[in-house]
């Protein structure tokens, strides 16, 4: 069983800076904001991110091919 770590985003809706203990294998690379409840890209985890490589994060369609299945 993975150990959740501790990962911060900020909030592009809320601007709030969320703090949350998560387990990236498990749940994937986005969770919920904890003050409005809207989806939290969590980018500072991303391997494209991290690693240098190209993100392809499309902002019409807010998908990028990290993510995995919507969970709450």
């Known amino acids: 069983m993975a ?9 592009p809706h ?3 800076e969320a703090g949350l203990l998560w387990d990236i294998k498990k ?3 986005h969770a919920f904001c904890p003050y409005c409840g809207e ?7 991303c391997p494209a991110t991290t ?3 190209k993100c392809d994060y499309d902002s019409e369609t807010d998908k990028c091919s ?6 709450k």
């Open 66 to 71: 990290m993510q995995k299945g919507e969970k």
């Open 14 to 16: 809320c601007g709030n």
């Open 3 to 11: 150990i959740p770590t501790e990962v911060y985003e900020l909030c």
């Open 39 to 45: 989806r939290l890209m969590l980018c500072s985890e």
């Open 27 to 29: 749940y994937g690379l």
């Open 51 to 53: 690693d240098h490589t």
